[in-house]
């Protein structure tokens, strides 16, 4: 398997645009993360989804965040509109039963301007 | 709030000299607790994890990690450090049979030196 794959890997965007985040997990894990990762804040959950269904999005900071998981091979973490707060490293992993490791991916480095 | 603290945010040692990293956590259950590496530019990999048993487990490159419920250590150590295990590390948590979110520790950033 080639483990958790996103893109893209670098996304630079000026303030106001629309930026779309893409994540495909590994086949057959049927929970899938958003991480969040900036040097104030470290490490952050955004939202997870079980069997393709929102399960947590308490950590969404703002409605201008959404994710959609339309199927079990694809997820989207949407920001509109970006601002240059948003600028981070933002994870997708995915794991396959209850209380089992997560495998990440490589992330996305988002950069707002 | 259940919450993971790695105290040392910088560490630096020299090749082949012994390492510990420390964590700490807080919870009344014992939790499920994970050690993650992340080099420069990459994702997070899971290096170790425990669960239940054994309170020393074994993981991969070298690294070892000891459970001590009467400290709230998960401690990660390895005895001879190599260039390449400079990178930060990352203790990670999430109680057992609850949600399944990670709660992770702010990192400790590994330095090696020749």
């Known amino acids: 398997d080639a483990g958790v794959i996103q893109s893209p890997r670098h996304e630079v965007t000026e303030m106001g645009q629309e930026v779309t985040l893409r994540c495909k997990p590994i086949?057959?894990?049927?929970?899938l993360f958003w991480y969040r990762q900036t040097m104030m804040r470290g490490l952050e959950l955004l939202i997870y989804?079980?069997?393709?269904?929102?399960?947590?999005d308490s950590g969404m900071p703002e409605d201008r965040f959404s994710a959609k998981m339309p199927n079990a091979s694809f997820s989207t973490l949407k920001i509109q509109p970006s601002e240059p707060r948003d600028s981070a490293v933002y994870f997708c992993?995915?794991?396959?039963?209850?209380?089992?490791?997560?495998?990440f991916g490589q992330g996305t480095r988002l950069t707002v301007v | 709030a259940q919450s993971v603290t790695q105290p040392d945010i910088h560490i630096t040692v020299s090749e082949g000299a012994s390492l510990e990293l420390r964590c700490n956590y807080s919870y009344g259950a014992t939790p499920y607790l994970f050690w993650y590496v992340q080099s420069p530019g990459q994702g997070l990999q899971l290096l170790l994890k425990?669960?239940?048993?054994?309170?020393l487990v074994q993981g991969i490159k070298g690294f070892e990690a000891e459970f001590k419920r009467s400290q709230s250590s998960f401690n990660l150590r390895k005895p001879s450090v190599h260039w390449s295990d400079a990178a930060e590390y990352f203790c990670?948590?999430?109680?057992?049979?609850?949600?399944?979110?990670?709660?992770f520790g702010s990192g400790t950033q590994l330095t090696v030196l020749p």
């Open positions: 992993a995915s794991s396959n039963r209850e209380n089992t490791e997560a495998f």
């Open positions: 425990y669960f239940s048993g054994d309170t």
């Open positions: 989804f079980n069997n393709n269904v929102p399960i947590d």
């Open positions: 086949s057959g894990h049927d929970y």
């Open positions: 990670a948590r999430y109680p057992p049979g609850s949600a399944r979110q990670l709660t």
